[in-house]
């Protein structure tokens, strides 16, 4: 039974003067049962409307989101876009205090609502396994998916999702708070309409507050937003990548910085301290002088260029999807925000437009190239080089496959040498027997009827006489030396031997058991055991490469390799 407690409570006051926040807010808790829980059950639902019909707003920085009753937990907003779009806000983990903070509506009115179906646009945050599950369930279910990525939630599930978004093209999208500030769509405005001459460098500093040290993890989740941010400014894919941490210490490190390289690209520095009053500030170095977004402690961002503070829209309607704000979406031919086909259940003729700060998949994809690109320079102490390829669903299995296969090339080299050494030293036969068994002078109880040979034997019988002379083999009964029966077998192969006029036959006739039956055949199995998977593996290229595919939803990913 879920038990809802409903409380008004006041947001605190907006951040910045450009953002416009509500005056009450109706909050909605949800204690859900076990099960509801694994079902990601959502706890809080909101359908904003009002006169303004609900308009989608920036607060230039996050916003904090009140303690759920438990950390797993999830919390949901319910509002109207401006265009009737029904959004809903997801966010798992009310440690981050977060919740996006992305979204502020004005002057609307906030009712409670149970129904979820209308809901066109999910925005999710967070880190926690039940994100990384609720995201594929979702587009799977036809539902649009904006997505805040976080470092945490790791490279490995962001490239998992490749294939997720080929098959269902559109529904999941990547959306970064950075990008929507409206400073940066300024900047990047004024960048997009070239009036301030190419960018020739890049420069990022990040402080924080706290001590004069930190944990490493801390600039690796500053380092993710701020990566795509400079992506989008410098209009390319940045090919090298160079990260170094200094001032270690027991409690962590003093400074963290990453410098890219590439080419056709400007190239960027960007730092990370911690100590002091939070601070950030980018510098845009064109050929015409110097662009400045700087943010102090919880203060509105400001723009200044070249010394000349710019002023900023005193609403965020300026944030519409026509703006041209990326040099990426201008050599594309679209705008930024734009979708690439249908989207949000409208027909297939109507293109819709996005805000700036939502963007493809593999957007993401690149941006958490470079994280780990950084995390491994740090790992490796040496310079990351970037090597992009174009990959689709096909291709990418493919390679997999291969690695596979390289895998299992190695495995049978090692399992080949292993199997020689354990049959060289745990063959029970002797010298004797294996030159007969190889020369194939072995005659057996089932090569006899009785004391008679049968049509087997008889078979083996003319083998042996075509080579007693070539071979030096001693021709082997398996029996009892003193068993009759043994006796009369070994007298009718002498008989046979010397009816082909043989010379030796008498001595070169011998009656023995023979050693490692089950030997030979557990050699044979393993040797089978050995080689079916490569075997199968090489088929399976085969008939991949042979099979033909269609690239069409390829897109581009890293392959990294190291640069001293």
């Not at 099960?35 to 990601?40: L, N, S, T």
């Not at 036959?505 to 089950?518: D, F, N, S, Y």
């Amino acid at each position: 039974m879920i038990r809802k407690v409903i409380r008004e409570n006041t947001l605190p006051r907006s951040i910045d003067s450009h953002s416009i926040a509500f005056a009450r807010t109706a909050v909605v808790w949800s204690w859900l049962n076990r099960d509801q829980r694994a079902k990601m059950a959502v706890g809080v639902r909101y359908e904003f409307r009002g006169s303004c019909e609900g308009r989608l707003r920036h607060l230039g920085r996050c916003e904090t989101l009140r303690s759920l009753p438990a950390p797993h937990r999830w919390g949901s907003r319910h509002f109207q876009h401006r265009e009737h779009m029904n959004v809903t806000v997801l966010s798992p983990d009310s440690t981050r205090a977060r919740f996006c903070g992305l979204v502020s509506l004005a002057g609307g009115q906030v009712v409670e609502t149970g129904d979820e179906a209308q809901a066109q646009i999910t925005l999710v945050s967070g880190d926690l396994p039940s994100c990384r599950q609720v995201v594929p369930e979702l587009v799977q279910q036809g539902k649009t998916v904006w997505l805040v990525p976080e470092a945490g939630l790791g490279s490995d599930f962001i490239y998992a999702q490749i294939p997720l978004d080929d098959e269902f093209p559109n529904q999941l999208r990547a959306i970064w708070p950075l990008r929507l500030c409206p400073a940066v769509v300024e900047l990047k405005r004024k960048l997009a309409e070239l009036s301030l001459g190419p960018v020739l460098h890049l420069q990022m500093e990040r402080s924080n507050a706290g001590g004069p040290t930190f944990d490493p993890e801390q600039a690796h989740i500053a380092w993710l937003q701020d990566a795509d941010l400079l992506r989008s400014l410098a209009g390319g894919d940045y090919k090298r990548v160079t990260a170094i941490h200094s001032g270690h210490s027991a409690q962590g490190i003093t400074t963290a910085s990453v410098s890219l390289n590439g080419d056709n690209v400007p190239d960027a520095m960007w730092s990370y301290r911690a100590g002091g009053t939070p601070r950030t500030e980018l510098t845009v170095t064109t050929d015409r002088g110097a662009a400045v977004l700087l943010w102090v402690g919880d203060g509105a961002p400001t723009l200044t260029i070249n010394c000349q503070l710019v002023g900023l829209p005193a609403s965020t309607d300026s944030l519409r999807p026509e703006v041209h704000s990326s040099p990426i979406a201008l050599a594309g031919g679209r705008t930024e925000g734009q979708a690439e086909g249908p989207d949000l259940g409208q027909s297939s003729d109507e293109r819709v437009s996005l805000p700036p700060g939502v963007t493809s998949w593999g957007e993401a994809v690149r941006a958490f190239d470079l994280l780990d690109a950084a995390r491994r320079s740090l790992t490796r102490k040496r310079t990351v080089e970037l090597q992009f390829e174009s990959t689709s669903e096909r291709s990418q299995f493919k390679t997999h496959m291969t690695a596979v296969g390289c895998s299992l090339l190695l495995l049978t080299m090692f399992g080949l040498i292993g199997l020689l050494f354990a049959g060289r030293m745990l063959d029970p036969r002797d010298t004797q027997q294996k030159q007969s068994e190889t020369a194939g002078f072995v005659l057996t109880a089932a090569d006899f009827d009785g004391t008679q040979l049968n049509s087997y034997g008889r078979e083996k019988m003319v083998e042996i006489v075509d080579n007693f002379q070539r071979r030096s083999a001693t021709v082997l009964i398996d029996g009892q030396p003193d068993a009759a029966e043994s006796l009369q077998r070994r007298a009718t192969v002498v008989q046979e031997l010397g009816n082909a006029q043989l010379p030796g036959a008498e001595v070169r006739t011998l009656i023995r058991p023979l050693q490692g039956v089950w030997f030979k055949r557990g050699m044979l199995l393993a040797w089978i055991v050995l080689f079916l998977p490569l075997g199968i593996m090489l088929a399976i290229q085969v008939l991949i490469g042979v099979t033909p595919g269609s690239d069409a939803t390829s897109r581009r990913t890293a392959v990294s390799s190291d640069r001293e």
